[in-house]
């Protein structure tokens, strides 16, 4: 296989950034009364602030998720690439803005060049390296000598209150005891915000400053194990199956929220360590012979500052452990965007200077879909020290 190199990364975050205590004022207000779940969960997460695509004055969608995904593609426009001569687009989202055409073609559509092909990804946050991989293994097989891969999110689309309101209206004596949604569903409207980020992917790395040769990337899924743990679009039943819109009877969507992302979150907290970090690491030390003094940089993207110690010390369990002090992630000022949210964590690092030729950068994202994993290997280079790509 021929060596990949990210040559260059891009992220787009809409709007102003949203404190904790404008959260509820952008997205709006469900029910009579505040939420009493948003002071918990943000105080839990850890974060301070996020970007919404939503506008402040008028509570509309400022951007579609194509329009976003779009502008962090066009910002990898530079002397060194252009834009016309992309061979390969590949997207990944959640939450696409519809169900049909799928969402790279929109993208696609949105920046009216080439004529290429063209790939979309779905699930939740592994999403965004799904469509890294496939653009990875496209240039690694020779198909390719240049793609692009995005990760992207516009969450609060379903998030405000309008997607709630009528769920409210029609269940006003279980409000009355409890005012809030079940925090099955208002935990994750305090979790989650939009953004998008792109990378560059080619066959050489660039000519002046550094790249970033892509040494493995590995996914795992643990649904033949798990019940599903966050969903839209569909009702969990008490057996754990999930039962799709399409099952159900139109005049049931609106009032049950079934378009709102639901998290199981006691599932969430009891296996989302194991199924993400320990099962996943001790595949990856023996196969990919991983040692944790190999790593320079170790980049999680965790949903919550909750998990940050969980991650830690199911780390250290299985003889996988990684200080502190070499950790990067930005959750607290970018919030948690989902499939976006390594794109964005790896922009920041990449242009942050910190980075030297030779150092290693392992990414880890974690997906509470139905527990999925991806692992991917980076070492930073230069044009002088491009070396061999691992096994």
Same mark, same amino acid.
């Given at each position: ?5 990210? =040559?260059? +990364? ?9 404190? *904790? !205590? ?11 009364? #505040? ?5 918990? %969960?943000?105080? !839990? ?15 509309? #969608? =400022? ?14 426009? !530079? ?22 055409? *799928? ?22 946050? %592994? ?55 079940? $925090?099955?569903?208002?935990?994750? @409207? ?20 550094? !790249? ?82 190999? %790593? ?9 500052? $909750? ?10 369990? %299985?003889?996988?452990?990684? #200080?502190?002090? @070499?950790? $990067?992630? *930005? ?13 964005? +964590? ?46």
């Amino acid at each position: 296989m021929k060596s990949v190199y990210i =040559t260059d +990364i891009s992220a787009v975050l809409p709007n102003d950034p949203v404190s *904790n !205590s404008e959260m509820e004022a952008v997205l709006g207000q469900v029910g009579s009364k #505040p939420s009493r779940a948003r002071a918990i %969960v943000t105080r !839990s997460n850890g974060i301070k602030s996020r970007h919404y695509a939503v506008d402040r004055t008028t509570g509309q #969608p =400022t951007h579609t998720n194509a329009q976003l995904t779009a502008e962090a593609v066009e910002k990898l426009q !530079s002397d060194d690439f252009d834009l016309a001569t992309m061979q390969c687009l590949v997207c990944g989202t959640g939450l696409a803005d519809q169900m049909v055409p *799928n969402h790279a073609v929109m993208v696609h559509g949105e920046l009216g060049k080439p004529c290429c092909e063209v790939v979309a990804t779905a699930g939740v946050c %592994v999403a965004g390296m799904t469509a890294m991989k496939y653009a990875y293994l496209g240039i690694a097989s020779g198909e390719f000598s240049n793609a692009v891969a995005t990760g992207s999110e516009t969450a609060s689309t379903m998030m405000r209150a309008a997607m709630y309101e009528q769920e409210v209206a029609g269940n006003i004596e279980a409000l009355e005891k409890q005012p809030e949604l079940a $925090f099955e569903k208002d935990f994750l @409207r305090w979790m989650l915000s939009d953004g998008a980020g792109a990378v560059l992917l080619q066959a050489q790395p660039k000519p002046q400053g550094l !790249s970033l040769r892509i040494e493995w990337m590995v996914q795992r899924s643990y649904a033949h194990e798990m019940d599903t743990c966050m969903y839209s679009g569909a009702e969990k039943t008490a057996d754990g199956k999930l039962v799709g819109w399409q099952q159900l009877a139109p005049d049931t969507w609106l009032p049950n929220s079934v378009f709102a992302v639901k998290q199981d979150v006691k599932l969430l907290n009891e296996h989302i360590i194991n199924y993400t970090i320990e099962k996943p690491l001790v595949e990856i030390m023996t196969t990919k012979s991983l040692k944790p003094d190999d %790593v320079d940089y170790f980049l999680p993207h965790y949903s919550s500052k $909750f998990f940050r110690q969980k991650v830690y010390d199911g780390m250290a369990r %299985v003889n996988f452990e990684i #200080p502190f002090e @070499r950790w $990067f992630t *930005n959750i607290t000022t970018k919030g948690n965007i989902g499939s976006a949210s390594i794109y964005i +964590i790896l922009d920041e690092l990449y242009h942050s200077g910190r980075l030297q030729a030779g150092q290693t950068i392992l990414c880890y994202v974690p997906e509470s879909g139905r527990f999925s994993t991806a692992f991917m290997l980076l070492t930073v280079c230069d044009s002088q020290s491009t070396g061999e790509q691992a096994e």
